[in-house]
C-alpha cells in the first residue's frame, strides 16, 4: 500500500495542476500548501509555482523558484528562461539579460534564448 503522504502529494498535485488549467491560481497554490512541507521542494511543485507565480504577476517569488530549477537543471532552457523573465520584472532588465548570457553559455543551441536575449536589449534602449 502506498504511503499516505505519497497519495497525498498525487492528489494535491492533481487539483493544482486542475486549478492552474483553469486559471484558478490561489486555489491552485492554496492545494499546493496542503502538500507536506519535505515534499514541496519536489521539481513538479516547483514547476507548477512557476507557473502560478507567473499568472499572479509574483516575480519575486517566481525569481526564486525558476533560479532554484534552473540551478537543479542547468541545461533546460525553460527553467532559464523563466528565471530570466522574473528577474526582468522582479530587478532589472540588465540583471536579466545576464541571466541569459549565462544560460547561451550552457545551452547554446537553444534558440529561444537568443531570441530573448535582443529583447531585452530592445527594452532596454541598446
Known amino acids: 500500500m502506498e504511503d499516505v503522504g505519497q497519495l497525498n502529494f498525487e492528489r494535491r498535485t492533481q487539483a493544482a495542476e486542475g486549478y492552474v488549467e483553469l486559471g484558478m491560481f490561489l486555489d491552485a497554490n492554496a492545494e499546493l500548501e496542503e502538500i507536506e512541507p519535505e515534499l514541496r521542494t519536489d521539481t513538479q511543485i516547483l514547476a507548477l509555482r512557476v507557473r502560478i507565480y507567473s499568472a499572479l504577476e509574483k516575480w519575486d ?6 533560479k532554484e ?10 527553467w ?3 528565471w530570466a523573465r522574473a528577474t526582468r520584472r522582479a530587478v532589472s532588465i540588465d540583471a536579466a539579460r545576464l541571466v541569459l548570457l549565462e544560460a547561451v553559455e550552457r545551452i547554446p543551441g537553444a534558440a529561444i ?4 536575449s535582443p529583447a531585452t536589449n530592445a527594452c532596454s534602449g541598446t
Do not use: E, T
Not at 61 to 66: D, E, H, T
Not at 69 to 78: E, G, I, K, S, W
Not at 113 to 116: F, I
Open 80 to 82: 532559464a528562461v523563466s
Open 113 to 116: 534564448l537568443h531570441y530573448n
Open 61 to 66: 517569488l517566481m525569481l526564486v523558484v525558476a
Open 69 to 78: 530549477l534552473a540551478l537543479r537543471d542547468p541545461h533546460n532552457v525553460q
